[in-house]
């Protein structure tokens, strides 16, 4: 029997943890795919075109907007980024659980949309000072961006009561845990196992 996946939508305030989260996530639940969004952001060091984003200028995003090609796209701290209708449509259509990383903007386009069902899930920080701390510790914005990023933050933070579940990362392992919960949960709500597989009980002896 195939099963269609399910789609999760993961946001969180820059620098809450999101990233480091989902890096211990994926590597724990199998059959999890992370969706590789387009952005208009310059890589950061360390970062790789098709792996953590796929990088591209204005002009090339803004053809993609036409052509009808993003599923859900915003303009976040001042540039684009973007998720790939076909490439999510087609892993979904596979039987592959997909995870997105996206702004409160994204999600709430996704939220609207009556032909998706995602299961939405909010990161927040301990508090907002700690945000700070993470955002400066991180060592990858400059002050302007910083404080960009803290200002976009509280508005953020309304965001958080839309979605399905609310994870507070202030212990790391923690949050892990609880955002590997909800996954394994709406899997068994679902009818299938931890690993993603569909449950047969009939045939069952
Ligand atoms: P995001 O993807 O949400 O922007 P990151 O995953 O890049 O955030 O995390 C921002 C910074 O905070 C990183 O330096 C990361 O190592 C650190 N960090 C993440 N989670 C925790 C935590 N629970 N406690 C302390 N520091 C954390
Ligand atoms: P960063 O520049 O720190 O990687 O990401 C900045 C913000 O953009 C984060 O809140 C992240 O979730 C969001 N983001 C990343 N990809 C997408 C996307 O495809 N769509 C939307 N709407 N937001 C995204």
Not at 74 to 84: D, I, K, L, P, R
Not at 147 to 162: C, F, I, P, S, T
Request: charged content about 20%; some cysteine.
């Amino acid at each position: 029997m195939s099963v269609r996946g399910q789609l999760f939508i993961l946001s969180a305030p820059s620098g809450a943890g999101k990233t480091t989260i989902l890096k211990k996530v994926m590597a724990n639940v199998a059959n999890l795919y992370f969706s590789i969004s387009h952005t208009t952001r310059a890589p950061r060091k360390g970062e790789k075109n098709g792996v953590d984003y796929h990088f591209v200028t204005v002009a090339e995003f803004q053809k993609m907007c036409e052509n009808n090609l993003f599923l859900e796209w915003a303009e976040v701290h001042g540039n684009f980024y973007g998720t790939s209708r076909p490439a999510i449509l087609k892993q979904l259509a596979n039987g592959q659980d997909i995870i997105l990383d996206i702004d409160v903007q994204g999600a709430a386009i996704i939220a609207a949309d009556a032909t998706i069902h995602g299961v939405s899930v909010f990161v927040a920080p301990p508090s907002l000072s700690e945000l700070e701390k993470r955002l400066c510790s991180r060592g990858t914005d400059n002050k302007e961006t910083i404080q960009l990023r803290l200002h976009n933050a509280v508005k953020e933070m309304d965001a958080a009561e839309k979605y399905d579940y609310l994870v507070i990362n202030d212990d790391l392992e923690e949050a892990v845990s609880t955002l590997q919960s909800v996954i394994i949960a709406e899997r068994s709500h679902g009818h299938r196992l931890p690993s993603g597989e569909p449950i047969q009980l009939r045939g069952n002896k």
